[in-house]
């Protein structure tokens, strides 16, 4: 499993969200992007990662970031997720983890002692010129939004 960097190019993605809406990482050029990857809609620690980024977005917002999370939940999941907590920001499904594989956020982990393949949660920030700003491997739920300002603010 390759990692991203600091400086690597973002890989590109072409992804369905929750409301069946085609989102690019291409439609955020000139503006920051948080991405986060998550293991399952609507799960404990998922919820926390999710509502932590949607409580952030007016602040994300002045930073001029915008916000996507991505995980291999199907649009309908993701939708009720999204309904579920008001979100507000595109929930995408990659399916078939491909996305998540270039991103270096796809691997095997421990699952209750068990050796599993799945989302590794992470998440990146993406600069306007679609360079790697930095990057959270096994982020803590509550650390996305903090480890994103520190490197805007750094």
């Known amino acids: 499993m390759a990692k991203l960097q600091p400086g690597d190019e973002a890989p590109?993605?072409?992804?369905v969200d929750q409301d069946g809406k085609t989102v690019e990482l291409s439609d955020f050029r000139g503006r920051k992007l948080l991405v986060f990857f998550y293991p399952k809609a609507n799960t404990s620690g998922c919820t926390k990662q999710a509502c932590s980024v949607r409580d952030a977005r007016g602040e994300l917002k002045d930073l001029g970031v915008d916000a996507v999370g991505i995980s291999p939940d199907p649009p309908s999941r993701q939708k009720a997720f999204d309904d579920g907590h008001t979100l507000g920001f595109p929930l995408l499904s990659d399916s078939d983890h491909a996305v998540a594989e270039q991103y270096g956020a796809w691997g095997e982990k421990n699952l209750y002692g068990k050796k599993v393949q799945g989302i590794?949660?992470?998440?990146?920030?993406?600069?306007?010129?679609?360079?790697?700003?930095q990057v959270s491997y096994k982020v803590k739920p509550d650390q996305t939004v903090p480890k994103a300002k520190a490197a805007l603010e750094g």
Do not use: A, P, T, Y
């Open 120 to 133: 590794i949660r992470s998440s990146f920030l993406i600069g306007e010129d679609g360079r790697v700003l």
């Open 12 to 15: 590109d993605f072409s992804l």
